[in-house]
């Protein structure tokens, strides 16, 4: 063991120091709180802390600084935790929007640092669509205004997540917003906006901001629909489940009765003879005793399954009795012809001896049948059929179609099939119940001559509840793709239009116009002359002539009062810079 120093005891207190765990009154240490080792350390009300069993100790600094550092890190994660599989697919995802954006160029960014902070931009925006999905199309939109072809991959990703993944409408709305103004204020912040941006900033805005949202939403009402209809069809086929069990339990509870009025008359009868076989004077003694032994084990017997099984007498006394047979289905159809039921039935096969319980499963199965159409089909004709066949018996009842109304006040719990089910499996027989192809109704049931050692377990019957597709189909995915590569076609055909048509093509400059128009001029006195419209997606026409000065923002429009001479176009030039008309020239477009 390590020794301790002088003075000191293994805890590291001085012998002064170390604080004395309180004793309790006589009369209380059996109700005192227990305290650990550790904790009785922490007693001394002078200089330590109190420890009261169930409370925390105040915490330092550092825990709280790293307590809350844990609840940044996890409000910055996804609500919900992500798969292996899901994560892989996010990763994925990303580098293909980043890589197209990379692809189709950053036209706005002329540095390599604006083009690597505009790629990580777009890959942490991509990642923040997981957890603010709002905040992540506003950034995408500013984005996408700065470097405008290369950020529509990312505006309709940052687009649809908002759509999916945001459930309140304002916020859709201000991202909206945020995004659509910087479309307005991005490409042409250094230009007068011209009639015809308007056109190309509502096509694009529709196409590659609202109507992402559009779909997403569809598809996320979709799969919440789905999801409540399977929360909805799991309750259902859980309650299903509960009363399918009550009705078996009921059904084995009317069976334990039968069998412990059964089994305790034979006992009773047993015990009967036992003592008339002990009062017997021929009997030698060693026979008195066993016979002694006999009477008092079965009395015994019959005592302990009254204890046992007897408490079920208490419950449904109406529905007790001795079990039925095969010869008391002619008092059932009596009564049932007379409650105006046409009942047909014959019986078919050599009889043979059953036992009392297939005999009285045969008559349940019977007496269900002519319950069911009494119920369930007025002034239909019922037949049965009781016939007896190598190893076993046949019980049919089949009826035809109500030919009256059912009445609106009749109910089915659904218990009195999942009842006789369960007695007809107990019997060691099979059950089957069905609606006919002429809209009446069939139960049959095959039930052996002998019930089962053990029966089989019990297995779940009858109609469940109908679940929803599942979340992805083949007929989904299929129209999912053809929506997905339609989507993609119109993207493409948008950005040719965008890119290489020639549209528009221009107002008109009359020479005097030009000619008015001197360098040094204030650029605000030029425009006011000049029409709202240029030439706009025409490099040729803005290749053509000379070169113009740096650091300046040019602009044509078609020259009317100037001879072709051969050229395709004849064109103005107007190169603003520093507020004032730094050049301007007459440019010719060669014809091709």
């Known amino acids: 063991m390590l020794s301790s120093p002088r003075g000191t005891t293994a805890s590291g207190f001085a012998p002064r120091d170390r604080p004395v765990r309180p004793s309790a009154p006589a009369g209380d240490r059996e109700t005192a709180h227990p305290l650990l080792p550790v904790c009785a350390e922490w007693v001394d009300t002078t200089h330590y802390l109190r420890f009261v069993p169930g409370s925390q100790l105040p915490a330092s600094p550092g825990q709280r600084l790293r307590a809350r550092a844990g609840q940044l890190l996890r409000s910055l994660l996804p609500p919900r935790p992500l798969s292996r599989r899901q994560v892989l697919y996010e990763l994925f995802v990303t580098a293909l929007v980043v890589g197209l954006g990379a692809a189709v160029g950053y036209g706005e960014l002329d540095t390599t640092g604006g ?36 950020g529509i991959p990312l505006l309709v990703a940052t687009s649809y997540a908002a759509g999916f993944r945001s459930s309140r409408w304002w916020r859709l709305g201000l991202a909206h917003v945020v995004a659509v103004t910087a479309q307005f204020v991005g490409p042409w912040r250094e230009r007068e906006f011209q009639s015809y941006h308007l056109v190309f900033v509502v096509a694009y805005v529709l196409l590659f901001v609202v109507l992402p949202v559009l779909v997403a939403r569809s598809r996320a009402q979709h799969r919440a629909l789905l999801d409540a209809l399977r929360e909805r069809n799991a309750f259902l086929e859980r309650e299903r489940l509960v009363v399918s069990n009550q009705a078996r339990l009921r059904e084995r509870t009317r069976i334990a009765r039968e069998m412990h009025d059964s089994l305790g008359h034979q006992l009773t009868l047993v015990s009967l003879h036992a003592g008339g076989l002990e009062i017997a004077a021929e009997l030698p003694e060693s026979q008195l005793r066993a016979v002694r032994v006999l009477r008092d084990g079965t009395q015994a017997a019959l005592q302990e399954l009254r204890q046992i099984i007897g408490v079920l007498t208490q419950e449904d006394d109406a529905d007790r009795g001795q079990p039925h047979t095969l010869d008391d289905l002619d008092e059932l159809f009596r009564r049932s012809r007379e409650a105006g039921m046409d009942v047909r039935w014959e019986r078919l096969g050599k009889p043979f001896p059953l036992a009392p319980a297939i005999e009285h499963a045969a008559y349940r199965v019977v007496q269900e049948g002519l319950t069911n159409a009494h119920k369930y089909a007025p002034g239909a004709r019922v037949d049965v059929c009781v016939r007896f066949s190598e190893g076993g018996l046949l019980v049919d009842v089949e009826n035809t179609p109500p030919t009256s109304p059912v009445p609106e006040d009749v109910s089915s719990g659904g218990q009195g099939l999942i009842g006789l089910r369960e007695r007809v499996r107990v019997a060691g027989g099979r059950l089957a119940a069905g609606p006919t192809m002429d809209g009446g109704y069939r139960l049959a049931a095959t039930l052996p001559d002998e019930p089962p050692t053990n029966p089989p377990t019990a297995a779940e019957e009858g109609p469940g509840v109908p679940l929803p597709p599942p979340e992805s189909t083949p007929a989904v995915g299929l129209r999912v793709g053809i929506g997905l590569a339609l989507f993609a076609l119109v993207g493409c055909v948008f950005l040719t239009v965008l890119v290489t048509q020639d549209l528009p093509a221009g107002d008109p400059v009359q020479r005097s116009l030009y000619e008015q128009a001197g360098v040094g001029q204030p650029e605000q006195d030029v425009r006011r002359k000049l029409p709202l419209n240029s030439i706009v997606a025409r490099d040729d026409v803005h290749e053509a002539g000379g070169p113009t000065p740096a650091g300046s923002f040019c602009e044509e429009y078609p020259a009317v009062d100037e001879p072709l001479n051969g050229a395709d176009l004849v064109a103005y030039r107007f190169c603003f810079r520093g507020d004032k008309l730094a050049h301007k020239e007459i440019v010719r477009v060669p014809s091709s």
Do not use: D, E
């Not at 690597?116 to 205004?145: D, E, I, K, N, T």
């Open 115 to 150: 083009r690597v902070l505009a790629l990580l931009g777009a890959a942490a925006l991509m990642l923040a669509r997981l957890r603010f999905p709002a905040l992540a199309l506003s950034g995408a939109g500013v984005l996408a205004g700065f470097v405008q072809i290369g």
